[in-house]
C-alpha cells in the first residue's frame, strides 16, 4: 500500500463559510496515554448525535475515539462523559481525515467504525464520500495488524461502491457481512428500516 496524495477537493466542502478549519480534543482525556492501557482503540468516524458512540462503551471497558464534524454531538458525548466520569474515551471536532491522519499514531488502533456515512448520492459528489483509496490507505497505516474496518450504509448504490473500493483496495473478494457485530441500532437505521432499506455491513482486516 504505497502513500497517495491528498485529494485537492476532499475537505474543501466539509467547512461552512463561518467555521474554522481547526481541530481540538473536547475531553480531557490524555489520548496517548488512553492509546497504551491496554484496551482495545477503537475509533468511531461521524458518531452524529453520539448513541452508537454511548451504547458502545457502556457495553465494554475499550476506549472510544469519536470524531464528528457537527457540534451538536460533540456537546452530546461531551456532557455524557463528564456526567459519567468517562475515563476511556476522547472526542475529536473537526474533519476526520485530517484528525486520523495528524492525531493517531500508525499502527495505534484496533478497530475503525463509520456507520451510515453520508452517501452524496448524486454522481458529481460521489467524489465527496469518505471512502477513497486515499482514506483506505490512511486507515490501514492507523490500524494494527489484525485491525478491521468495519463500514455500514443503508444506500445501496453506496453500498456496492464501497464494496467495489475495498476489492479493488484489498485485492481480494469481498462479501457483505452477515454479522453486524456490536453495531448498534441508531435512529438513522431505524429510519432507514421504516423506509424499507435494507443495511449493508461491509467488513476487512489488514
Known amino acids: 500500500m504505497n502513500d497517495l496524495k491528498k485529494p485537492k477537493f476532499y475537505s474543501n466542502h466539509r467547512y461552512r463559510q463561518d467555521q474554522k478549519k481547526e481541530k481540538y480534543s473536547e475531553s480531557h482525556n490524555n489520548l496517548k496515554e488512553l492509546l497504551i492501557n491496554g484496551q482495545l482503540n477503537i475509533v468511531d468516524i461521524g458518531f452524529g448525535t453520539g448513541t452508537s458512540t454511548k451504547q458502545l462503551s457502556s457495553s465494554d471497558k475499550n476506549n472510544y475515539i469519536g470524531i464528528?464534524?457537527?457540534?451538536?454531538?460533540?456537546?452530546?458525548?461531551?456532557?455524557?462523559?463528564?456526567?459519567?466520569?468517562?475515563?476511556?474515551?476522547?472526542?475529536?471536532?473537526?474533519?476526520?481525515?485530517?484528525?486520523?491522519?495528524?492525531?493517531l499514531p500508525d499502527s495505534s488502533i484496533d478497530q475503525i467504525l463509520i456507520f451510515f456515512p453520508d452517501p452524496w448520492p448524486k454522481n458529481k459528489h460521489h467524489k465527496r464520500r469518505i471512502i477513497n483509496l486515499y482514506t483506505l490507505n490512511l486507515f490501514f497505516k492507523k490500524l494494527k495488524k489484525g485491525g478491521l474496518l468495519h463500514f455500514a450504509t443503508d444506500h445501496i448504490m453506496y453500498a456496492y461502491n464501497t464494496?467495489?473500493?475495498?476489492?479493488?483496495?484489498?485485492?481480494?473478494?469481498?462479501?457483505?457481512?452477515?454479522?453486524?457485530?456490536?453495531?448498534p441500532i441508531t435512529n438513522y437505521e431505524r429510519r432507514g428500516l421504516r423506509r424499507k432499506n435494507f443495511v449493508f455491513d461491509l467488513i476487512i482486516k489488514k
Not at 451538536?72 to 455524557?80: D, R
Request: with cysteine; glycine share 6%.
Open 163 to 183: 464494496k467495489n473500493m475495498f476489492e479493488k483496495f484489498t485485492g481480494q473478494k469481498i462479501l457483505f457481512n452477515s454479522n453486524r457485530r456490536k453495531r
Open 68 to 103: 464528528e464534524s457537527y457540534m451538536q454531538g460533540i456537546n452530546n458525548l461531551k456532557k455524557y462523559i463528564k456526567k459519567n466520569k468517562i475515563e476511556n474515551m476522547c472526542v475529536f471536532h473537526g474533519d476526520a481525515i485530517e484528525i486520523v491522519n495528524e492525531k
